[in-house]
C-alpha cells in the first residue's frame, strides 16, 4: 500500500513526540533505580490509570478480539471479559494493600510473605520465570501482529516490520524508564483512541456496509452480535461463558488481569503518590479497559465478517501474505487497509503508538524484575544506582532480541493467549488467598507453580487424558488437579514461623480474622469487626464495580444496536451500582 505525503507526516509526528518524550524523561529518570522503575512513587492516579490502559491498548488486542468475534461472534470476548472480577477486587481489595507494602517490586512480596532461603530463591525463580519467560511470549505476541500489520498495510517483511517499530521503542524506553513510559502513554492512548473510533466510524459507512444497521441486520452478522452465547447449545455455553466466569477469571495468571494484582499493574500502583491514587488509577483503567474501549474493535471484526467473509477471501485479497500466518486476526489490519489517506495515516500512527506503549511498559516491567529480584540480591559487586540503571538497559535489549525470535515463530493472537491462560491455571486461587489466609506458605505456591505446568503438559500431550476429557473441560482439569495437589501441600507442610508472618501483618494490615492472632500492641487498635467490616464492604464494592462496568459495556453495545430500551435497563442498573459504590467508600473514607 502507497502511503501519500500526509500519512507519513503523520506518523512521523507521532514518533518525533515519542522520542522527545523519552529524551525529556531521561533527565531524571536515570538518577536512580528507583525513579527509573518507580518514577520516584510520585504518580498521580489519572496519569497511571491512563498509562495502564495504553499499556493493554496493544497491536495484538485488536486482532485477538477480531479472531473471538468473527469465530465466536461478540460473546466470544467473555474469554477475556471475565477477568474484569479480578481487575475490581484489585481496585477495591488490593491496591491499598499493595502500596502500603513499599515494595520495589510486586515479587518482593515472597520475602515479606515467607521466611528463609527457600523464598528468596522463589523470588529469583520468579523473576526469571515472569520476568523473562512470560514475558517475552506477551512481547512476542504483539509483535507478531505488528508483523501482520505490516505486511498487509505496507507490505513490509517481518524483520522490516519489528526491526523498525521495536527499535524506535527500545531507543525511549532505554532512556525515559518508567516516567517516559508513563508520559509516553498519555500521547500514545490519545492517538490511539482517536485513531481506532476514527477507523470504526468510516468503515462502517463504506460502500459494502453502507450504515450501522445495515451492519448488524447483515446475514454474516446479525447471528453474532448477542452479548450472551445461545444458552441451548451446551459445549458453547461451557465453554464461551460458564467456565471462564465460574473458574477462569480467579484460577488464571494473565498480564495485566492477574489475581491479586500483580505485574506491571502492580508497578504502577507501587509507583502511585499514595493508597487512594492507587485504587483510583486501577479503578479507572478497568471501566476504561472493558467497558470504554472495546466497541469500535468489534464493529470492525463485525464488518470484515462482510468485507472478508472466510479466510480464503483475505488471501486472495493479500496474495503476499504468507500462508502460515493467515488467520480470522488478519482481518482487522485487513479492513484498516481500505481507509482513505490522512485517516490512514493516524491509524497507523495509532497502531504504531499501541505497540509502543505494550512493549515499552513490559520491557521496564521484566527489567525491574531482574535488577531488584535477580541482580541486586544474588550479583556481587557494585550495586550503585547508576550500575542498576544500567543493567535495566541492558536487560531491556536482551529481552527485545529473545522476543524478536520467539515471535517469527508464532502464527495468530490467540494462540499466545491460550498458552499463558493454560500454563497459568490452578495458581490464580493463591495469589488471591494469600494475602487473607496465614497457613498458606512457600511450598504451597512452588507445588502450584510446578504442577499446574505438569497438568497442562499432561492434558495437551497424554493421549489418555485428552480422550477422557473433553476439550471444554481441559482447563477444569488444569485448575482442579492443580489446586487439589497445593492445598494437600499447604497442610502436609510447617506454616510459616510466627515473625515472618507477624512482621507482614505489622506491614500490609490485611483485613479478617485470620491474622488476630499475630497482631501486635501497636495494630491492636484495629479491632476484629472493623477489619472483618472492610474486607466485606471491599468485596461487595468489588461486585458492584463489576456488575456496574459490565452493564455500562452492554449500554453502549445496545445503543449501538438501536436496542435503546435494553440500553435504558442498563444504564438504570449501572447507575444504581455507581450510587451505592460511592456511598459506600465516601462513607468509609470519612470513617478513616
Known sequence: MALSSLDIGIIIIVLLITMSIGIYASRTSGKDASQYFLSGRNMPWWLLGISMVATTFSTDTPNLVTDLVRQKGVSGNWAWWVFLLTGMLTVFVYARLWRKSGLETDLGFYELRYSGKGASLLRAFRALYLGVIFNVLAMSGVMLAAIKVGGVMLDWSPIQTIGIATTITVIFSVLGGLRGVVLTDFILFIIAMIGSVG????????????????????????????????????????????????????????????????????????????????????????????ALRPWPWILIALASLIVFPDLD???????????????????????????????????????????????????????????????????????????????????????????????????NAKQI????????????????????????????????????????????????????????????????????????????????????????????????????????????????????????????????????????LFMIGSILYAAYFNASIYALISAVCIYFLLKFNVKKSRNR
Open 313 to 411: 477471501s483475505i488471501q486472495a485479497a493479500f496474495p503476499n501474505i504468507s500462508s502460515d500466518i493467515i488467520g480470522h486476526d488478519l482481518a482487522y489490519p485487513a479492513m484498516l487497509s481500505m481507509l482513505p489517506h490522512g485517516l490512514l495515516g493516524l491509524v497507523l500512527a495509532s497502531l504504531i503508538a499501541a505497540y509502543m506503549s505494550t512493549i515499552s511498559t513490559h520491557l521496564n516491567w521484566g527489567a525491574s524484575y531482574i535488577v531488584f529480584d535477580v541482580y541486586k540480591k544474588y550479583w556481587g559487586g557494585d550495586h550503585s544506582e547508576k550500575r542498576l540503571v544500567l543493567v535495566g538497559r541492558l536487560t531491556t535489549v536482551v529481552l527485545v532480541i529473545l522476543s524478536l525470535f520467539f515471535a517469527l515463530s508464532l502464527k
Open 417 to 552: 493467549f491460550d498458552i499463558i491462560i493454560m500454563f497459568g491455571a490452578g495458581t490464580g486461587s493463591i495469589f488471591i488467598l494469600r494475602w487473607f489466609w496465614w497457613r498458606i506458605n512457600i511450598w504451597s505456591e512452588i507445588s502450584a507453580m510446578i504442577f499446574s505446568g505438569v497438568f497442562t503438559l499432561l492434558i495437551q500431550y497424554d493421549d489418555f487424558l485428552r480422550n477422557l476429557i473433553a476439550p471444554e473441560y481441559h482447563f477444569v482439569f488444569v485448575v482442579v488437579a492443580t489446586t487439589l495437589v497445593w492445598l494437600s501441600v499447604t497442610y502436609l507442610t510447617q506454616p510459616e514461623d510466627d515473625d515472618t508472618l507477624r512482621k507482614y501483618y505489622n506491614a500490609v494490615k490485611p483485613s479478617g480474622k485470620y491474622w488476630n492472632k499475630f497482631k501486635t500492641t501497636t495494630s491492636s487498635a484495629i479491632s476484629t469487626e472493623e477489619n472483618q467490616n472492610s474486607l466485606g464492604t471491599n468485596v461487595l464494592s468489588a461486585s458492584l464495580g463489576t456488575l456496574g462496568t459490565f452493564t455500562f
Open 199 to 290: 477507523a470504526a466510524i468510516v468503515i462502517v459507512q463504506m460502500p459494502e456496509i453502507g450504515s450501522l444497521n445495515n451492519l448488524i441486520t447483515h446475514k454474516n452478522v446479525a447471528s453474532k452480535i448477542d452479548f450472551f452465547p445461545d444458552f441451548s447449545n451446551t459445549k458453547e455455553l461451557m465453554m464461551v461463558l460458564i467456565i471462564p466466569l465460574s473458574v477462569q477469571w480467579w484460577a488464571s495468571w494473565y498480564p495485566g488481569s492477574e489475581p491479586g494484582g500483580g505485574g506491571y499493574v502492580a508497578q504502577r500502583m507501587l509507583a502511585a503518590k499514595d493508597e487512594n491514587h492507587a485504587l483510583g488509577a486501577t479503578l479507572f483503567f478497568n471501566i476504561a479497559h472493558y
